[in-house]
Structures are given as structure tokens and as C-alpha cells.
T-cell receptor
């Protein structure tokens, strides 16, 4: 079957670095996306990897290894406003999302 | 004005009732999606449409139907609502010209409660 696995919760302090991993098993693969969702809000796009390697966008970076069916989202210089849920998603034959990782940033 | 709008934002209905959730977008995107979100399960794809004449089932289409009335409008219907369809429903759009990035833009969500 198809699945995306990511940790359910992560806690870190302001200014720290945190990595959220995602492993996937899907029918077809075109790319791995990451979305952020604050409580009560809609998911918003963060990044997309279609090819192996690291993509950097400001404080956020995303990595993909297609051979390992694995990716991660790296958040640097954590801020309180980064407290949210983060979802990995795979574009394959359709669109699949992971269950989400709830990140709590503490002062 | 929001680019992707959903109506209603909240809805309470009874088991067996037919209801429709509507999504409109002003982004000019050709692709539209309906998801449901349940606590601990993330987002699950119900139906998606790549243009007006294209409708595809997603992961959990049973008990739902959709209509793509125009490029800008995509409606989700529950023919006979049941309590386990209580969830947060999101509409999303994407642009096939942006297929490399595969960015999806989400509406604000519709919170549905089926009693």
C-alpha cells in the first residue's frame, strides 16, 4: 500500500535547528512537497523537491533522496511563529499527504 | 479578496441529508482538488480535476461526488451524509504550467459536523 511516515511531534527551542523526516512508499513519484499549517489555518506551500539534493529557501531547506524514498525539512533559526504542523506530500499517481508533524518551539 | 474561497465555512447537518460544499478560485488555475482532514490523519484526497471535463477519484471518494461547473468552480457533494464524514474539508488549486513546483493553494476550509 501507499504510505508516508513522519514523526508526530517535535519540540525545539528558539534559535535552534530542527529536522523533520519523511519516508514514503507510493504508486509513482514525481516529487516531494512540504506544507505548513498553523492551528485553525489552511496548509501553505513551503518547498518542493523533484530531484535529489537540497533546496534552500531562506531559513527552510528541503532534501530528497529518491533512491532511499526519503526526504526531510530543515528549519533553522527557529522562531516562535514556526510552531505549526508540517506535512510532507508526494505527487505520484495522485496526491498523498503524511499525517503531519506538530512542531512546538519553546522560548 | 481571497484567491480560493469555500462556502459555507461551517455546516451542521443531520445523517441522511444531502449537502454541497462549494469552492471558487480567481487564480486562473486549471487544476482543483478536494481534501478532508481528520485529526492525526493529515489530508486525504477525495477527488481532483485537471480541467472542466476531467474528474478523477482520489484516495477516499466513496460517499462523495463532485462537479466541475467551470474552470473556477468545483463542488463537493455528500449524497447522504453520515457521522464519519464529520471533518474539515479543504479545496485546493494548482497550475499545470507550474507543474515542476506542484504548488497547491488551499482555501480556508469548511468545517462539517454530521449529527
Amino acid at each position: 500500500g501507499q504510505s508516508l511516515e513522519q514523526p508526530s511531534e517535535v519540540t525545539a527551542v528558539e534559535g535552534a535547528i530542527v529536522q523533520i523526516n519523511c519516508t514514503y512508499q507510493t504508486s509513482g513519484f514525481y516529487g516531494l512537497s512540504w506544507y505548513q499549517q498553523h492551528d485553525g489555518g489552511a496548509p501553505t506551500f513551503l518547498s518542493y523537491n523533484a530531484l535529489d539534493g537540497l533546496e534552500e529557501t531562506g531559513r527552510f531547506s528541503s532534501f530528497l533522496s529518491r533512491s532511499d524514498s526519503y526526504g526531510y525539512l530543515l528549519l533553522q533559526e527557529l522562531q516562535m511563529k514556526d510552531s505549526a504542523s508540517y506535512f510532507c506530500a508526494v505527487r505520484g499517481n495522485d496526491m498523498r499527504f503524511g499525517a503531519g508533524t506538530r512542531l512546538t518551539v519553546k522560548p | 479578496d481571497a484567491d480560493v474561497t469555500q462556502t459555507p465555512r461551517n455546516r451542521i447537518t443531520k445523517t441522511g441529508k444531502r449537502i454541497m460544499l462549494e469552492c471558487s478560485q480567481t487564480k486562473g488555475h486549471d487544476r482543483m482538488y478536494w481534501y478532508r482532514q481528520d485529526p492525526g490523519l493529515g489530508l486525504r484526497l477525495i477527488y481532483y480535476s485537471f480541467d472542466v471535463k476531467d474528474i478523477n477519484k482520489g484516495e477516499i471518494s466513496d460517499g462523495y461526488s463532485v462537479s466541475r461547473q467551470a474552470q473556477a468552480k468545483f463542488s463537493l457533494s455528500l449524497e447522504s451524509a453520515i457521522p464519519n464524514q464529520t471533518a474539515l474539508y479543504f479545496c485546493a488549486t494548482s497550475d499545470q504550467r507550474d507543474s515542476y513546483q506542484e504548488t497547491q493553494y488551499f482555501g480556508p476550509g469548511t468545517r462539517l459536523l454530521v449529527l
